[in-house]
Nanobody
Framework: QVQLVESGGGLVQAGGSLILSCAAS????????LGWYRQAPGMQRELVAT??????NYADSVKGRFTISRDNAKNTVTLQMNSLKPEDTAVYYC?????????WGQGTQVTVSS
């Protein structure tokens, strides 16, 4: 059974940084796409960043500030978040897609104060 567990969220001031980590219970080599999404209160879940093969894709709102990376040896996916803004406040979810199945973590709260 696939389990994804996020960690690293918290409260940070605007301009600060956080590193989110997602630990998978299985070998992440088996997943085609790994990613991070977020959901703010009253909003729909939105894509933040995904990694597919050797490439990465970012939402326009985080380009240049966030970096997604994967460590196949540790079965982890990391989201480095710099220059955080209050509008980055949300619950951040890790996702992993293999063929037609997408798995989600339970989320970690990120709050950016102004």
């Amino acid at each position: 059974q696939v389990q994804l567990v996020e960690s690293g969220g918290g409260l940070v001031q605007a301009g600060g940084s956080l590193i989110l980590s997602c630990a998978a219970s299985v070998n992440i080599d088996s997943f085609h796409v790994l990613g991070w999404y977020r959901q703010a209160p009253g909003m729909q879940r939105e894509l933040v960043a995904t990694t597919f093969g050797g490439s990465a894709n970012y939402a326009d709102s985080v380009k240049g500030r966030f970096t997604i990376s994967r460590d196949n040896a540790k079965n982890t996916v990391t989201l480095q978040m710099n220059s955080l803004k209050p509008e980055d406040t949300a619950v951040y979810y890790c996702s992993a897609t293999r063929y037609l199945n997408t798995y989600w973590g339970q989320g970690t709260q990120v709050t950016v104060s102004s």
